[in-house]
């Protein structure tokens, strides 16, 4: 059974401005607690924007790793529960023995959050090295792709309050974008979608709306791309994490203006030295 939603909600509220204050109506993102089921058993709750489900779970089990092809997903099936969605992923024999030996090695007791050394190595998992040398942009190429993804944001042109994710392919432009309340969620809805249309990770590079944490420079590893770009600051744990794995990481995209902040070699705007 799928799984339909309202993407917003208009609501009443009391607008200040310099002229005094009123009554006005807003639109406002909705967001749904999303639950991901592997073999029956909740692996994990999301708080997310009711959309994208199928995309959403593809991604999820990619970039976490769960899964290393979209081959492996036997079915998903998106249920509304009212109080939430499940979306139970059925995953063939060799992923699901994989996943449950995963399973087993992380259990930990009741109450318990990160559950001794394992837990913690899984939250730091290795990032992949990406392609070598393959993708280079221009400088136009980061600043237009930030641009051009504000213009795929729909939800965001109506709310002010969700993130984006895209990818950008140089001569195509934004070729792909998932919005969400999550930044994290956006890139995984993106991720699925990508795989789902058969497109190239090292095809082009990820765009995102946000901050660039360590989760975003795995989620974007595992999705194949070698250059992130975001519109806010990374961490430095993400700077450290996408030197090591050969990423070019951009960030402070405001205008004309940007930060390379790794490897870039990749970006042919006069700058060769290596910067992390």
Same mark, same amino acid.
């Given at each position: 059974?799928?799984?339909?939603?309202?993407?917003?909600?208009?609501?009443?509220?009391?607008?200040?401005?310099?002229?005094?204050?009123?009554?006005?109506?807003?639109?406002?993102?909705?967001?749904?607690?999303?639950?991901?089921?592997?073999?029956?058993?909740?692996?994990?709750?999301?708080?997310?924007?009711?959309?994208?489900?199928?995309?959403?779970?593809?991604?999820?089990?990619?970039?976490?790793?769960?899964?290393?092809?979209?081959?492996? /997903? *036997?079915? &998903? !099936?998106?249920?509304?529960?009212?109080?939430?969605?499940?979306?139970?992923? %059925? $995953?063939?024999? =060799? +992923?699901?023995?994989?996943?449950?030996?995963?399973?087993?090695?992380?259990?930990?007791?009741?109450?318990?959050?990160?559950?001794? /050394? *394992?837990? &913690? !190595?899984?939250?730091?998992?290795?990032?992949?090295?990406?392609?070598?040398? %393959? $993708?280079?942009? =221009? +400088?136009?190429?980061?600043?237009?792709?930030?641009?051009?993804?504000?213009?795929?944001?729909?939800?965001?042109?109506?709310?002010?309050?969700?993130?984006?994710?895209?990818?950008?392919?140089?001569?195509?432009?934004?070729?792909?974008? %998932?919005?969400?309340?999550?930044?994290?969620?956006?890139?995984?809805?993106?991720?699925?979608?990508?795989?789902?249309?058969?497109?190239?990770?090292?095809?082009?590079?990820?765009?995102?709306?946000?901050?660039?944490?360590?989760?975003?420079?795995?989620?974007?590893?595992?999705?194949?791309?070698?250059?992130?770009?975001?519109?806010?600051?990374?961490?430095?744990?993400?700077?450290?994490?996408?030197?090591?794995?050969?990423?070019?990481?951009?960030?402070?995209?405001?205008?004309?203006?940007?930060?390379?902040?790794?490897?870039?070699?990749?970006?042919?705007?006069?700058?060769?030295?290596?910067?992390?």
């Amino acid at each position: 059974m799928g799984a339909r939603r309202k993407a917003t909600t208009q609501i009443m509220r009391l607008a200040h401005r310099a002229g005094g204050t009123a009554a006005a109506n807003r639109m406002v993102p909705e967001e749904t607690p999303v639950a991901f089921s592997f073999a029956g058993t909740t692996h994990a709750v999301m708080m997310a924007s009711p959309a994208d489900f199928e995309d959403f779970a593809l991604g999820f089990s990619l970039t976490e790793g769960i899964i290393a092809d979209p081959k492996e /997903i *036997e079915a &998903i !099936e998106v249920e509304d529960l009212g109080a939430g969605i499940d979306i139970q992923i %059925r $995953l063939k024999d =060799q +992923a699901n023995t994989r996943f449950q030996a995963r399973r087993r090695r992380l259990a930990g007791p009741v109450g318990c959050g990160l559950c001794g /050394i *394992e837990s &913690i !190595e899984e939250a730091m998992r290795s990032v992949d090295a990406v392609g070598a040398l %393959r $993708l280079t942009l =221009q +400088a136009e190429d980061i600043t237009s792709a930030v641009r051009l993804l504000s213009k795929q944001q729909p939800l965001h042109a109506e709310t002010g309050a969700v993130h984006a994710a895209g990818f950008h392919v140089p001569g195509k432009g934004i070729v792909m974008a %998932r919005e969400d309340v999550g930044r994290h969620n956006a890139l995984d809805k993106l991720a699925g979608a990508l795989a789902k249309a058969g497109i190239d990770g090292a095809s082009g590079a990820v765009v995102v709306t946000s901050r660039v944490s360590v989760e975003m420079v795995q989620k974007t590893a595992a999705i194949g791309a070698s250059i992130i770009m975001a519109v806010s600051a990374p961490t430095a744990l993400a700077i450290r994490t996408a030197d090591t794995a050969g990423m070019t990481l951009v960030a402070l995209v405001r205008g004309d203006d940007f930060d390379i902040f790794t490897h870039p070699e990749r970006v042919a705007s006069g700058v060769a030295k290596h910067v992390a």
